[in-house]
Structures are given as structure tokens and as C-alpha cells.
């Protein structure tokens, strides 16, 4: 995470997901703690990944994401509520970070809720995996701009 300037609390998710990786491999939702980050859960979405083909589907979703998007999606897949979802950024991102078993970030405008084109965000994407190498689950974290 050089060269860019991110948000404090995207920096400071970063630093939790590095300080419960096992030695070896990637943590797993056993590692995560709620109480250790818990003034961020509402803008956490918890994403299971099913496949390969892979399909992402929220698992749990904190009440900002939900006031942001201004539904909640939880039980839902992405590919039900993400316009052309295999073209998306988002489709992009999340097969990204599965594939590549690293962190994904994006700084960018909303192209899901439509009257909120204009609202900035940054979007954290942290991987884990039950048995530490094959990706099972994301973290999803949000930012929005004032």
C-alpha cells in the first residue's frame, strides 16, 4: 500500500487484517475478532465465495452499507443486485483478490445506487481462508466521503 494516501480507517483495517495472519497463509474468519474492530462493523460486508466459477454472496452487511445502498443484501448474491455483474469493476475486484490471494482497494463513485453517482468511497478488500490458502470469504470494507 505505497504511493497512495488512503483513508486512516482503511489504513487501519489493513493493519488488523496484517496482525491476525497465521504464519503461512491467509487468516480465516476463526481469526477474525468483531469486538477488535468493532467501531467499523457497520460499514462491513462479510462476502462467502463459492466456486470455482466463482459467485460472492453477503453473507452480512453493516448498517451503513445498508443505508448507502439503501437495502440490505444479505442472502442476496452480487450478481443479483450488481448491474452486468461479470463486467463490472466489482465482478474485477473480487475475482482479483480470490485469484490473487492479496488485499484489493478502490477509491471511486457508486455505479450501483443511481442517485449516488457523485459520492466518493473507498472500498477494502480483504481476503480470508479457513485453512489459510484457498479464499473462502471476503471482507469488505467502506469508506464514504462526507
Not at 21 to 26: A, I, K, N, S
Not at 39 to 60: H, K, M, N
Request: proline residues 5%; hydrophobic residues 40%; contains cysteine.
Amino acid at each position: 500500500m505505497c504511493g497512495i494516501t488512503y483513508h486512516p480507517d482503511v489504513r487501519a483495517m489493513v493493519d488488523y487484517w496484517q496482525s491476525i495472519h497465521p504464519e503461512g497463509g491467509l487468516p480465516g474468519r476463526q481469526h477474525f475478532e468483531p469486538a477488535d474492530v468493532k467501531q467499523y462493523l457497520p460499514a462491513i460486508r462479510l462476502v462467502d465465495v463459492e466456486g470455482p466459477p466463482y459467485r460472492f454472496r453477503v453473507r452480512l452487511a453493516g448498517t451503513a452499507i445498508t443505508e448507502f445502498y439503501r437495502v440490505d443484501h444479505t442472502g442476496r448474491w452480487f450478481d443479483e443486485f450488481v448491474d452486468d455483474f461479470d463486467a463490472s469493476e466489482t465482478s474485477r475486484d473480487l475475482h482479483d483478490v480470490v485469484e490473487t490471494r492479496r488485499l484489493g482497494w478502490r477509491r471511486g463513485v457508486s455505479r450501483i445506487v443511481r442517485d449516488r453517482e457523485f459520492q466518493t468511497f473507498e472500498r477494502l478488500i480483504l481476503p480470508f481462508a479457513r485453512d489459510g490458502q484457498r479464499v473462502d470469504m471476503l471482507m469488505i470494507f467502506m469508506v464514504f466521503a462526507d
